[in-house]
């Protein structure tokens, strides 16, 4: 579950850096109720990258060639639980909008 704190929970940067590296997930920070600020420890940075030069290497074979692949045979190829996590702001409604997607190879 995503954590989404206020911007003064900033002021205990020890506190805020222990969740980041004990779960593994963005925090959300807000400021007067509308989200500001995503702050994450430097792994989930990192596997975020990964995570986005994959889709971009993806994208580029899939343009290249115009082959996709069966859902199943490539999360089947996965070791270990996975990750997803899009994060966007909603003008029109002035949120913070996430869509988290799990995955987990025993489901398979």
């Known amino acids: 579950m995503p954590q989404i704190r206020p911007i003064t929970d900033l002021r205990n940067t020890n506190e805020i850096s222990d969740i980041c590296h004990a779960h593994r997930e963005p925090i959300f ?8 600020l995503v702050v994450m420890s430097i792994e989930t940075y990192e596997e975020m990258l990964e995570t986005d030069a994959a889709i971009a290497e993806a994208e580029a074979e899939y ?8 859902a199943g045979t490539a999360l089947a190829s996965f070791k270990e639980e996975t990750f997803w996590i899009s994060t966007g ?20």
């Open 89 to 108: 702001y909603d003008e029109e409604k002035k949120q913070v909008v996430v869509v988290t997607v799990r995955y987990s190879p025993s489901h398979f």
């Open 29 to 36: 920070i807000t400021k007067n109720g509308y989200g500001d």
């Open 63 to 70: 343009n290249k060639n115009g082959q996709l692949h069966d």
